[in-house]
Structure formats: C-alpha cells, structure tokens
T-cell receptor, first 116, second 111 residues
Framework: NAGVMQNPRHLVRRRGQEARLRCSPM?????VYWYRQLPEEGLKFMVY????????ESGMPKERFSAEFPKEGPSILRIQQVVRGDSAAYFC??????????????FGPGTRLTVT | DAKTTQPTSMDCAEGRAANLPCNHS???????VYWYRQIHSQGPQYIIH???NNETNEMASLIITEDRKSSTLILPHATLRDTAVYYC????????????FGAGTRLTVKP
C-alpha cells in the first residue's frame, strides 16, 4: 500500500528555467494539497486540488506558479522562470474524500528544489 | 483558523513520557485539534486529532482541557526516533482545507 509519491526528490534548476514537481496521491485518494517549506520555517499551504479542479489556490503566488491534477496521472506543480527565492522543499499531501475532520492528510517525502 | 502557541523546543529522556503543550485560546466550537510531526525534513506525519474528548491511539494520547483552550500531546515512552518537530494545528472542516503549520516544538529525545 504505497504512500504519497513525489518525484523528483531533488531538483536543481538554474535561474530562469522551469521546474515541474510531480505528486501521485495514495491509492483511492482524490484530493491533493501542495505545501512549501522554506529553510527553518513551517509548511505553508499553496493549493488544494481535486481531479481536474482547483478548489483553493489562496496560497499560490500570483505569478509563475501553477498546479494541475488531471483525470489521469499525477498532480503537477509547475514553477516557471525560477528564482533563487523559490529554493525550498515542496510537499504534497493527499486525503480521502475531502479533508473533513475525519480525513487527515498524508504527506509525501517532498521535493527539494535548489535554484542556482 | 485559531492560532496556536507552542514552546520552541523541549528535551525528554529516552523511555520517559514526553508531554508537549499547545495553547489555542481562541479556538471555536467546531474546530479540531490536530497533531503532526516532521522528522528531519521528511514529510509531516499525522499523529492524532480530537475535538473535546481525550483521544488515544498507537502513537500518542491527546488531552484537551475542558474549556478547549489548550491541549497536551503525550508520547508515553519516548524513543530516540521520536526526535522531531511537533506541530499543533487547529482547523475546521467545511471549505477550509489548508492546514496552518506554525513553527512547532522541536522535541529532542536524549539517551
């Protein structure tokens, strides 16, 4: 029973390149959440998606960041024209149904993005 | 969502109980208390949650005061592998699905 999968685990990009982070939720989970964690800080919510729908993107930067969760395949967090400030750990979580009080979120191992 | 206040760090001797406090004085009646932990940059791990009754599972116990303004996470027999940052999160369901992670408490279990 595989947990939440994220790849790549480590990603190095030069300034101006694009970064694509992938997240496969736990089997049976149809709700995905993306969080960002800067060094020595707590996780910050970015976006919540269901299959083919963005439900809440209140934590997403207005520019350069986008997320999708297609009908088939993993969820993708895309960062265009990366800058050094984008260097962080990006965590994906999934839940069964929607994250009502009985449905906790399960986290993946994260993708560590380094922008040089 | 209500804000939470946790001590920055705590130490605990291996084999002893670790008691991690959390204040959430502005909690609303429909908000739950969740605990997660993050072990050395891994993804956060769910521990336990509760509304007003005390809860226990295989990992920990959660004690919530009667006025619900504070709670304590108890790891009954701490091991070195319990060294982690522990996050207390208060959240309501419905449409608000994000979890607001604060700075948490860095628990160090010492031999």
């Amino acid at each position: 029973n595989a947990g939440v999968m994220q790849n790549p685990r480590h990603l190095v990009r030069r300034r101006g390149q694009e970064a694509r982070l992938r997240c496969s939720p736990m089997k049976g989970h149809s709700h995905v959440y993306w969080y960002r964690q800067l060094p020595e800080e707590g996780l910050k919510f970015m976006v919540y998606l269901q299959k083919e729908n963005i439900i809440d993107e209140s934590g997403m930067p207005k520019e350069r960041f986008s997320a999708e969760f297609p009908k088939e395949g993993p969820s993708i967090l895309r960062i265009q024209q990366v800058v050094r400030g984008d260097s962080a750990a990006y965590f994906c979580a999934s839940s069964l149904g929607w994250a009502g009080v009985t449905y906790e979120q399960y986290f993946g191992p994260g993708t560590r993005l380094t922008v040089t | 969502d209500a804000k939470t206040t946790q001590p920055t760090s705590m130490d605990c001797a291996e084999g002893r109980a670790a008691n991690l406090p959390c204040n959430h004085s502005t909690i609303s009646g429909n908000e739950y208390v969740y605990w997660y932990r993050q072990i050395h940059s891994q993804g956060p791990q769910y521990i336990i949650h509760g509304l007003k009754n005390n809860e226990t599972n295989e990992m920990a116990s959660l004690i919530i005061t009667e006025d619900r303004k504070s709670s304590t996470l108890i790891l009954p027999h701490a091991t070195l592998r319990d060294t982690a940052v522990y996050y207390c999160i208060v959240r309501v369901a419905r449409n608000n699905n994000d979890m607001r992670f604060g700075a948490g408490t860095r628990l160090t279990v010492k031999p």
